[in-house]
Nanobody, 122 residues
Framework: QVQLVESGGGLVQPGGSLRLSCAASGFSLEDYGIAWFRQAPGKEREGVSCISSSDGVSYYADSVKGRFTISGDLAKNTVYLEMNSLKPEDTAVYYC???????????????WGQGTQVTVSS
């Protein structure tokens, strides 16, 4: 069955970097895209980025553009979210999810991962 496992979260100081991983099983990244969402306490879920490995399409929310980079490794069936210049407002639980095409509209999500906590604080 479809399974997504996120890893790489943690505590980092403002200005620091983290790389999140989303390891996929039960399907191929050639057939589905992956989107990253985040949700901070008391805030609405936000679509952060997505990638479609089959056609190379990617997208970034304005809030992370220029700081985050999404990439996929088809051999490892894993998607990465490289996060640089982190800010306290990036603190949230980050989730990866399957989508049929590159979109951060939650209505198009098929399966969700369990989430990984990212905390940006001094």
């Amino acid at each position: 069955q479809v399974q997504l496992v996120e890893s790489g979260g943690g505590l980092v100081q403002p200005g620091g970097s983290l790389r999140l991983s989303c390891a996929a099983s039960g399907f191929s990244l050639e057939d589905y895209g992956i989107a990253w969402f985040r949700q901070a306490p008391g805030k609405e879920r936000e679509g952060v980025s997505c990638i479609s490995s089959s056609d190379g399409v990617s997208y970034y929310a304005d809030s992370v553009k220029g700081r985050f980079t999404i990439s996929g490794d088809l051999a490892k069936n894993t998607v990465y979210l490289e996060m640089n210049s982190l800010k306290p407002e990036d603190t949230a639980v980050y989730y990866c999810a399957t989508v049929k095409f590159c979109t951060v509209v939650a209505d198009y999500v098929g399966s969700w991962g369990q989430g990984t906590q990212v905390t940006v604080s001094s």
